[in-house]
């Protein structure tokens, strides 16, 4: 969901604001109905990477690098 407030508003409600992201949702600043900035939970901008996390889920065939032979007139 997401919630448009004034800058007003804002100011006035920052915890709640911050409460309801905290919840998952996004909270739009307007100013003179204008959007022109979004508050959303830092986590959602950077997650978490854990390398190899992939790690045995693909396969890659041993001719992988060999000529297609649909592209066998171009290579002549």
């Known amino acids: 969901t997401m919630t448009q407030v004034n800058i ?26 204008h959007p022109i900035a979004k508050l959303v939970l830092l986590e959602t901008l950077k997650p978490n990477r854990k390398i190899g996390s992939a790690a045995g889920q693909i396969v890659i065939s041993d001719d992988f690098d060999e000529p297609l032979a649909d592209f066998e007139s171009y290579r002549s």
């Open 8 to 33: 007003h508003q804002a100011k006035t409600h920052l915890s709640k604001l911050i409460e309801l992201v905290q919840q998952g949702e996004e909270v739009i600043i307007a100013k003179g109905n």
